[in-house]
């Protein structure tokens, strides 16, 4: 069984930066792709960033500029670091990994997630 921990939410300002981290623990062989998405109260879950175990990245077109994802796989960390941060973008960030497992079984995971609150 795997395990995600999130950490790094908070209440924030407008214009300030965040940084989340995510921690896979447990039955882990090796992470492939690992992803942040969000939920606004009231809004369907949304894919914020991601990134493949071989570094590509992909956003969500409105962090462009804004949001960068990294990955320590030495870690089995994923961070999504939040500049400039809106008011709008108020949300639970969950995190995702498909991870390969001992036994080589390939399982998809959520974190608990972590609220991001930005204020005007």
């Known amino acids: 069984q795997v395990q995600l921990v999130e950490s790094g939410g908070g209440l924030v300002q407008a214009g300030v930066s965040l940084r989340l981290s995510c921690v896979a623990s447990?039955?882990?062989?090796?992470?492939?792709?690992m992803a942040w998405y969000r939920q606004a109260a009231g809004k369907q879950r949304e894919l914020v960033a991601s990134i493949t175990s071989r570094g590509r990245l992909n956003y969500v077109d409105s962090v462009k500029g804004r949001f960068t994802i990294s990955r320590d796989n030495a870690k089995n960390t994923v961070y999504l670091q939040m500049n400039s941060l809106k008011p709008q973008e108020t949300a639970v960030y969950y995190c995702n990994a498909d991870i390969l497992e001992y036994a080589s079984r390939l399982g998809n995971y959520w974190g608990q997630g972590t609220q991001v609150t930005v204020s005007s």
């Open positions: 447990g039955s882990i062989f090796s992470p492939n792709t």
